[in-house]
């Protein structure tokens, strides 16, 4: 069964920073790309980041870029995403997604290029 659990989440102020973590099984990990997007209430999931296991190759949407940074620990299966200098805006439910073995590069921030997803962890930044 494939599974991919969000953890990390929580309330943090203006200016801190998290660690969320994606924790995959069920699937041949090394042969997949690993996203993390997030949704805000009341608007559309938007894609942050993404890591091709395979490769290590690291992209970015550009309201991650500067502030979040994504990487994998593959011997535990586990993709992480660090998040920096976080804003009230940066408050929202994130959710890991994983495509293979065969992707699109230009698609990797798009949530419908995706076949598996997490249940998601909420980030809520206060002011």
């Known amino acids: 069964e494939v599974q991919l659990v969000e953890s990390g989440g929580g309330l943090v102020q203006a200016g801190g920073s998290l660690r969320l973590s994606c924790a995959a099984s069920?699937?041949?990990?090394?042969?997949?790309?690993i996203g993390w997007f997030r949704q805000a209430p009341g608007k559309e999931r938007e894609g942050l980041s993404c890591i091709s296991i395979r490769d290590g190759s690291t992209y970015y949407a550009d309201s991650a870029k500067g502030r979040f940074t994504i990487s994998s620990d593959n011997a535990k299966n586990t993709v992480y995403l660090h998040m920096n200098s976080l804003k009230p805006e940066d408050t929202a439910v994130y959710y890991c997604?994983?495509?293979?073995?065969?992707?699109?590069?230009?698609?990797?921030?798009?949530?419908?290029?995706?076949?598996?997803w997490g249940r998601g962890t909420q980030v809520t930044v206060s002011s």
């Open positions: 069920g699937f041949a990990f090394d042969r997949y790309a």
């Open positions: 997604a994983a495509v293979g073995p065969v992707w699109y590069k230009a698609a990797l921030l798009r949530s419908d290029h995706y076949d598996y």
